[in-house]
């Protein structure tokens, strides 16, 4: 997933994608603690596609308080 990608969908699609990839977030840390074999790049995949998503958002949201 790219920046580019993201900003070409709209916020409801932003949060849609943003609450799909913090439960694969939430699925990783189970499956790292149940002792399932992970690959542990999937950690660092996940997190940064989590920020640049949230940057996106963030981005096409007006600040509130300017």
């Given at each position: ?22 439960k ?9 603690a ?26 096409k ?6």
């Amino acid at each position: 997933m790219n920046a580019n990608e993201l900003r070409a969908k709209t916020a409801a699609e932003l949060n849609d994608e943003l609450l799909k990839l913090r439960k694969e977030q939430f699925s990783l840390r189970m499956q790292r603690a149940t002792g399932q074999g992970i690959k542990p790049h999937d950690f660092g995949r996940v997190r940064k596609d989590i920020a640049r998503l949230k940057t996106v958002l963030r981005q096409k949201t007006p600040a509130a308080g300017k």
